[in-house]
């Protein structure tokens, strides 16, 4: 017996609506988080790197003011730091997507 499909045999498959939930396997999970846990690290070390030699002086209420003394900042680590931030980011939302929580 031929087990090959035809295009007729396509035509009439029901579609999966996009909006039903798709369970993900918990390795799959497991492995979305790692990397989303990786790349946080990453994107933690990039920033401190960046950010790590600049002086802060405290003020206004409480200290939540603060007004940069000193810094070694360039526009290509600044744009650097936000890339990796915006990594994470982006997987995160990706990851909401997935596990239909947006």
């Known amino acids: 017996m031929n087990m090959m499909l035809k295009s007729a045999d396509l035509a009439n498959v ?3 609506a996009e909006d039903r939930y798709m369970p993900i396997s918990p390795l799959d999970l497991e492995g979305d ?3 989303l846990a990786q790349m946080a690290r990453i994107a933690s070390l990039t920033v401190f790197e960046v950010v790590g030699d600049t002086e802060f002086n405290r003020s206004g209420d409480g200290g939540q003011v603060f ?3 000193r810094h070694d900042l360039t526009p290509d680590s600044v744009a650097r730091a936000l890339f990796a ?3 994470v980011e982006d997987m995160i939302r990706t990851l909401q997507k997935k596990l239909k929580l947006d």
């Open 14 to 16: 029901t579609r999966v």
């Open 33 to 35: 988080l790692s990397e």
């Open 67 to 69: 007004e940069v003394i």
């Open 85 to 87: 931030v915006g990594h």
